[in-house]
């Protein structure tokens, strides 16, 4: 890379103690389809630099879906907040679990392990199913990957995620996979999933929870306490 690009261009190597270097995280994804998606995320706004990089990365690897890249001048590692820039390609690639196509994005959150999300998913269907097939809430819900995985089997699935991006994904994949009984809401969890939201969309009968590391919200906990939903 560094010989190809020539002295001036070398890129410096973020270092997260410090908050100094360039180049800062790079994110590589491929899908069982085949597709390929490289995000490049960087420290500082220097379009001299970023634009032969990107070139670089777009000629050496042709077969590349999708290439992207991201400015993050933030001392922490979160995408979900910046503007990601499409340099060549498309800005999304699709996967497929079970027969079902998935849009992803850049800020989209998918099983990095499709085979093996399959099976996860499989699992969560089994024991989602052991009581009824009302009403289904999944909560954190990503692109809507399990949503969609579970609605064939209930009445109306609701998802829930804070993260637009994922949303917009999930509804998408919905219309793609011909489902019509999901219903897709974007915002923080502690203040979408209330009271009044499930007495708007139905009491759950079962409750599928898939949180980020830092857990569930009390407040989010006692509102799923009051559902006294079958099945968690």
Known sequence: LTANLGNP?????YNSYTHTGFMRNLIIRTASTGETMIVVIFA??????????????????????????????????????????????RDYIFEKINGMIFKIGAK????TNTAQAAQLY????KYALKENSG????????TGTIAIFIASHFDKVIGI???????????????LNSITNTNFYAGDMKDILTNEFVQNNGK???????PPRAGVHQNVI????????KTI
Do not use: H, W
């Open 108 to 111: 989209s959150f998918f099983q």
């Open 44 to 89: 500082k706004d220097d379009a001299e630099r970023i634009n032969p990089l990107m070139e670089f990365i777009k000629n050496e690897f042709s077969q590349t879906t999708s290439l992207q890249y991201a400015v993050n001048t933030k001392q922490n590692d979160s995408i979900y907040d910046l503007d990601i820039i499409c340099f060549s390609g």
């Open 122 to 125: 499989n699992y969560t269907l």
């Open 222 to 229: 006692e509102v799923i306490r009051q559902t006294a939903a």
């Open 9 to 13: 261009l070398i890129p410096d190597y």
């Open 161 to 175: 995620d804070s993260v637009l991006d994922s949303i917009s994904d999930a509804k998408l994949n919905s219309e």
């Open 204 to 210: 759950p009968d079962t409750i599928i929870l898939d």
């Open 135 to 142: 009403i289904a809430y999944d909560l954190y819900t990503g």
